[in-house]
């Protein structure tokens, strides 16, 4: 562009040549402020019957144009004025990207008159109450895109302004552009160079806090101070897209959110990286903290233990005092487990410690000092003196905390003394065995079960043993008179409703039965045989029922 300055008309060679010393100039450095300094320095000196001179550069952050220099005004209120693209002189050349010269009060009127009214009082406080005669305004153009925008303006006389000025400055604004976009980019380099060491110190402000074991509550004050903005933290697994919620994350999974006083996004960008930072001290702290619940826990397996062993009265005052436990005078044990799923996932850190402590906030509510222990995938809950009452509470508030997408079971023991505890634990395992082998129920209470809890103190050979040799005969035959004889005993030997619910006639009904003792060799009214044939049929049911 240089090399061709002199093969154009309205230059002559001292401008020329002050066009060259521009141009150095103008490289000289990298700082915003000396370049736009020096930018409407060298407009003043090549158009000299100006009155003043105004820089706009467009703020990408905001959409508006802002002043940046000028020369012959007042500063301060043009200072406060934000353009919107389009809007006066200064929006419309800059959304056009073309150069335009004004050389009357009437055509700069036009163009001024879309001016906010807000804008237009700053502006008339800037220019000292004046009118234009004569202005020119030039964009600032870097590749395709507009920086800005360079405006002259002149008080005393219509026309002014040549199209040679304006060519003149459209070629020290095209220089300029160069200048300004390196000033852009080496600005953002120090920016982010000043950001990544700002953002080293607040990572070590947040690491120290966790080597020093100050907790979370002194996480959530030093962000606090350092965005100037409440913070509150929620402990939760389930976390909902919400422009002011913050997911604690480790992994893939979520440990918590912060909940922020406003949008994350409303953040500027260093503080967007100091939310960041707390979460991640955060995470860590609550990682640590489920490292030791997870001590914890395994502490209270090796409890529950040597609760089912035989204790010396030492070890057992010993064991009443880490549980708080006073002059207890009956143990109740309770075992949830899933049916087809775990009730936690392995992989996530929190999910079983979550389960656990909502397991203890609601057994709190109900009756005091219960004790919970984990035990593979299994939650053994001990309950001292529990009333009836207590347990149904329990019970439902159980099906509550692990919600209807979890399959589970409800093993529970009968109450016992403390020295006899591995008796009701005993009896919650063989109830959750007793819901999965016969899944008649989710919720199974050994104290209300009949003669099947009997069934689990039997080795299985033996029952089956005990089915062949009283049904057996029938089970080779035809299972039809099984299910006749299952209907028939569960209906307490009520041939109608028996008929009812096979949906058969009662002669029918009569003959199977008659079938069923001659192949049997039986009488169904001798209460010794009745009695031998019901349990058979219970043991085959409860052993043999998918």
Request: proline residues 2%; glycine residues 4%; negative net charge.
């Amino acid at each position: 562009m240089i090399n061709n300055l002199y093969n154009n008309s309205y230059l002559t060679l001292p401008k020329a040549k002050k066009l060259l010393e521009i141009n150095k100039m103008l490289t000289q450095s990298l700082k915003l402020e000396e370049v736009l300094k020096n930018l409407i320095t060298a407009a003043s000196e090549l158009v000299q019957v100006t009155d003043t001179f105004m820089i706009y550069l467009y703020d990408e952050l905001t959409g508006k144009l802002k002043l940046a220099e000028a020369i012959g005004v007042e500063i301060q209120p043009l200072k406060k004025i934000v353009f919107s693209p389009g809007e006066s002189i200064t929006g419309k050349v800059f959304l056009e990207k073309k150069a335009k010269l004004f050389k009357s009060e009437q055509e700069i009127d036009f163009y001024m008159s879309n001016m906010s009214e807000e804008n237009y009082q700053f502006y008339y406080e800037g220019v000292r109450r004046q009118k234009i005669k004569s202005a020119f305004c030039v964009p600032i153009l870097y590749k395709d895109s507009c920086l800005g925008v360079l405006i002259v303006d002149n008080f005393s006389q219509d026309g002014i302004f040549s199209k040679a000025d304006l060519e003149v400055i459209q070629i020290i604004a095209d220089q300029s552009a160069i200048a300004l976009e390196h000033s852009r980019v080496y600005h953002n380099l120090l920016q982010k160079n000043e950001m990544l060491s700002n953002t080293i110190s607040i990572h070590k402000k947040f690491y120290q806090l966790n080597i020093d074991g100050e907790g979370i509550g002194q996480i959530l004050l030093l962000l606090e101070n350092l965005i100037r903005s409440k913070v509150f933290h929620h402990e939760t697994n389930i976390y909902k897209q919400d422009s002011n919620y913050y997911p604690i994350v480790r992994g893939q999974e979520i440990l918590g959110i912060l909940e922020l006083e406003r949008p994350f996004e409303t953040f500027p960008e260093f503080e967007q990286l100091i939310i960041e930072h707390a979460c991640s001290a955060i995470a860590l702290e609550l990682t640590k903290n489920s490292a030791l619940l997870e001590q914890e826990f395994h502490f209270r397996h090796e409890i529950f233990n040597q609760l089912l062993h035989d204790l010396t009265n030492s070890d057992l005052k010993r064991i009443l005092n880490y549980l708080q436990w006073n002059d207890v005078s009956d143990i109740q044990c309770i075992i949830i487990e899933g049916t087809e799923n775990p009730l936690w996932d392995k992989n996530k850190l929190t999910d079983k410690q979550w389960l656990v402590l909502s397991f203890e906030t609601m057994l709190k509510s109900i009756c005091s000092n219960s004790f919970v222990v984990t035990n593979a995938f299994q939650l053994i809950v001990v309950l001292p003196d529990v009333k009836e009452y207590q347990l149904g509470q329990i019970i439902n508030e159980i099906e509550t905390i692990t919600g209807n997408d979890k399959q589970i079971l409800i093993g529970i023991g009968r109450k016992t003394s403390i020295k006899q505890i591995s008796i009701s634990y005993s009896e919650a395992i063989q109830s959750i065995n007793y819901a999965k082998t016969t899944k008649q129920s989710n919720i199974i209470e050994y104290a209300k079960l009949g003669m099947e809890r009997l069934f689990h103190e039997i080795h299985p050979q033996r029952i089956e043993i005990f089915i062949q040799d009283k049904i057996g005969k029938l089970l080779k035959t035809d299972l039809l008179l099984i299910e006749t004889l299952i209907c028939f005993i569960n209906k307490n030997k009520n041939h109608k409703e028996t008929a009812k619910e096979l949906h058969i006639h009662g002669n029918t009904l009569y003959y199977r039965l008659r079938k069923i003792e001659d192949i049997l060799q039986i009488d169904l009214n001798n209460e010794k045989e009745w009695v031998d044939i019901v349990i058979a049929t219970q043991l085959y049911v409860a052993s043999h029922k998918k």
